[in-house]
C-alpha cells in the first residue's frame, strides 16, 4: 500500500476556489484525457489516468455521485445471485474487488452480515447452501475472504435468536453470509478527492456540451459553467464517456447512438428506524424479479430493490406508490409485525445503466461492462456494478492509453489507499484518545472515522477554530455542524441538496427529509459558499420544493403520474443569480 497521497503530493480538497482553478485551468490547457462524468466510474477512471502519471479533467453537469451512484443498495458484494445464472467470472471479479475496497477504504468499506431464510428443509437449503459456499469459496480462491466471516447454517430457532422480528412460519431454517457495505455518495467524492490530490482537474454543475473535433477525431469537449453561466472548451488527447444513463445521449453530441446502448433500470429503496424491525442482522429475499434486501443502516434500516424498466426522467427518477407497496409487500410476508406507509422516513430512487440484451425483461439485461472507441479520440465505458468501478475504470484508461503517443505506466489503483484510509486502524484503536481530547463523546469519533478516516483531523481542527461547529445539528443529531461547513468547504458541495441528500444522508434519514434542518444548514454553508441573504432564500425554497414534489410523486400509482408530480420541482438555482 502507497502512502497517503495527501503528503507531499496535491490537495485533496474540492472547496470553491479549487472549482474556480480546475475551471481556469480547463479552459487554458491540453489534457491528456478528458473525463465526463463524476458518478463511481468517471471517479475511478479519473484516479486511474492520474495514478498513471496522465494529466487529468472531470466535468460533472450536477453533484458529484448525483445519479445512480448516490442511489444505489449501498453494499460491495459478489453478486451471488449472479452464482443462478453460472456467471462465475463476475462473481469472481466482484468478490476480488470487495477484498480490495476493504483495504484501500477502511474508513468507508466495512462487512455486513445477511440472513437468507430458507422455507423448505431439504432441497432449498441444500440448493442455496451449496451456492453460499461456492460463493465463499470463491472468495477464499480470490484471497478475498480476508475480514470477511464464512458462512453458518442456521436453525429457525437460531435463526429467531439473531433476527427476532422474522415470523415463525415464513421460514424452516436460515443461512447467514456476509459481504460489504459502503456510503456509496461519499465513496465517490472520496475517490475523486483522491484523483485530486494526484493532479485531477474536477469541477461539477459543469456540463458537456459537444465535443470539439478535428476530422473525425475528437480533441476535446465544449462546457457549460451551470453556475456562472460561462462556456468554454476543454482540449484533450483522449475523451472518456463514464455518464451511465446518459450514455446515449452523450453519444448523440458526437453524431450518434454509437456501439453501446443503455437502458434504464429504476431500483427503490426505502427508509424505516432501527426499532421496526428486531435484528442483528440484515436480510435477503428472493422475489420472482430480483432479490429484496433488509440492510442495516446505522440507526435505521434501507429496504430495497425494485428492478423495473425506466424511459422517463433520467434526473429525478420518481418512486411510485405502486412501487412503495411492492417493496412493503414483499418483506412483510417474513416481519411478524408488519411495516406500514407510516413506518417510512426516506424513500430514494436510482437508475441502473444495463447494457441493451436480447430480452425485453431489464432484470435480464447484462451488468457486465463494456469499453469502445466509437470514434478516433473517444472511449466509451457503460455497463458493470458498483463493486467493480475500479476494473471499469482500469479497462477504459488501458483503453484510452492506446491511443496516446509514447508508454502509459500500467494501472497502480489497486494498490492505492483513497484519503482518509491510510493509518484508518491506528487511529479507529486510538478512538477514545482522541475522544478524550477534542472532548466528543466516543460514539461521536466513530461516527466520524467511519465517515472521513484520518481526516477526521480536518474536522476536529474546525471545531477547534469554532467550538459551536462541534454541537449537532438541531433536528438531525446523528451529524454536527462542522461536518455541513466541511461538505462545502472541502468535499465540493454546492447546493443544499448536495449537502443533505450525498455529503450526508439528512434528506433519508429524517421524518422530515430534512426540512427541520434546512435553515440551519443554509446559514452554515452560505459563508463558504458567498451567498447573499437571497440567495440562501433561494436555496431553501428550492429544497422544499424538492421535498414537496417527491413526497407527492411518492402518493402516485403509476410511473407516468409520479413522474410528472416529481418534475414540479424547479431544478437547482445557479449561485450566480444576484
Not at 354 to 368: D, I
Amino acid at each position: 500500500m502507497t502512502g497517503s497521497p495527501v503528503t507531499g503530493l496535491g490537495s485533496a480538497r474540492l472547496g470553491p476556489a479549487e472549482r474556480a482553478g480546475s475551471l481556469d485551468r480547463m479552459a487554458r490547457e491540453e489534457f491528456d484525457v478528458v473525463v465526463v462524468g463524476a458518478g463511481i466510474v468517471g471517479a475511478g477512471a479519473a484516479l486511474d489516468a492520474a495514478t498513471r502519471g496522465l494529466s487529468v479533467a472531470v466535468v460533472e453537469a450536477r453533484d458529484f455521485a448525483s445519479g445512480t451512484s448516490s442511489r444505489s443498495s449501498k453494499l460491495i458484494h459478489g453478486g451471488l445471485r449472479y452464482l443462478e445464472q453460472y456467471n462465475f467470472d463476475l462473481v469472481r471479479e466482484a468478490l476480488t474487488e470487495r477484498a480490495l475496497l476493504l483495504q484501500i477504504a477502511p474508513h468507508l468499506v466495512r462487512p455486513v452480515p445477511f440472513l437468507l431464510p430458507t422455507t423448505h428443509r431439504v432441497w432449498e437449503r441444500g440448493y442455496l447452501g451449496a451456492g453460499v459456499a461456492l460463493y465463499d469459496a470463491l472468495a477464499f480462491q480470490m484471497g478475498s475472504s480476508r475480514g470477511v466471516p464464512h458462512h453458518r447454517h442456521l436453525t429457525r430457532r437460531g435463526a429467531l435468536r439473531l433476527a427476532p422480528s422474522l415470523r415463525k412460519d415464513a421460514f424452516a431454517g436460515a443461512i447467514q453470509y456476509w459481504d460489504a457495505q459502503v456510503d456509496d455518495a461519499r465513496y465517490v467524492m472520496t475517490v475523486l478527492r483522491t484523483a485530486a490530490a494526484y493532479g485531477a482537474k474536477i469541477a461539477s454543475r459543469t456540463q458537456c456540451v459537444g465535443f470539439l473535433r478535428e476530422g473525425e477525431r475528437v480533441t476535446g469537449v465544449k462546457i457549460r459553467d451551470l453556475e456562472a453561466g460561462t462556456t468554454a472548451e476543454v482540449r484533450a488527447k483522449q475523451v472518456v464517456n463514464a455518464t451511465g444513463v446518459w450514455t446515449d445521449d452523450i453519444q448523440e453530441l458526437v453524431g450518434g447512438r454509437g456501439q453501446i446502448h443503455v437502458r434504464s433500470s429504476k431500483g427503490i429503496h426505502l427508509v424505516v428506524p432501527k426499532d421496526r424491525i428486531h435484528s442483528s442482522t440484515g436480510i435477503i429475499l428472493r422475489t420472482e424479479k430480483s432479490v429484496l434486501f433488509v440492510i442495516p443502516w446505522g440507526r435505521h434500516w434501507i429496504i430495497g430493490t425494485t428492478d423495473t424498466a425506466w424511459d422517463l426522467d433520467k434526473a429525478h427518477p420518481a418512486a411510485s406508490r405502486a412501487d412503495i407497496d411492492y417493496v412493503l409487500e414483499h418483506v412483510n410476508a417474513i416481519l411478524n409485525t408488519p411495516l406500514t406507509h407510516d413506518d417510512v422516513e426516506g424513500v430514494y430512487a436510482g437508475l441502473r445503466p444495463l447494457l441493451v440484451g436480447e430480452t425485453e425483461e431489464t432484470s435480464q439485461l447484462s451488468r457486465e461492462h463494456v469499453v469502445a472507441h466509437p470514434v478516433p479520440g473517444l472511449v466509451l465505458v457503460a455497463g458493470g456494478k458498483y463493486t467493480t468501478y475500479r476494473v471499469m475504470a482500469k479497462d477504459a484508461i488501458d483503453a484510452v492509453a492506446h491511443g496516446l503517443d509514447g508508454k502509459v505506466a500500467e494501472s497502480c489503483t489497486d494498490g492505492i489507499a483513497l484519503v482518509g484510509g491510510e493509518g484508518f486502524q491506528a487511529m479507529w484503536n486510538a478512538r477514545y484518545r482522541l475522544a478524550s481530547v477534542s472532548k466528543l463523546h466516543v460514539a461521536r469519533i466513530e461516527h466520524l472515522l467511519q465517515r472521513y478516516g484520518v481526516l477526521v483531523d480536518d474536522l476536529l481542527e474546525l471545531i477547534r477554530e469554532q467550538p459551536d461547529l462541534g454541537k449537532p445539528l438541531t433536528g438531525a443529531d446523528d451529524y454536527l455542524r462542522a461536518e455541513i461547513v466541511y461538505a462545502a468547504s472541502h468535499e465540493g458541495a454546492r447546493h443544499l441538496n448536495d449537502v443533505l441528500a450525498r455529503r450526508t444522508r439528512i434528506s433519508i434519514e429524517t421524518w422530515d427529509r430534512g426540512l427541520g434542518v434546512v435553515q440551519e444548514a443554509a446559514d452554515l454553508v452560505a459563508p463558504v459558499l458567498g451567498w447573499s441573504k437571497k440567495q440562501r432564500d433561494r436555496e431553501i425554497e428550492y429544497y422544499r420544493k424538492r421535498i414537496e414534489a417527491e413526497r407527492a410523486s411518492q402518493s402516485q400509482e403509476g410511473d407516468q403520474e409520479a413522474d410528472a408530480r416529481r418534475r414540479g420541482a424547479p431544478d437547482i438555482v445557479p449561485t450566480a443569480t444576484p
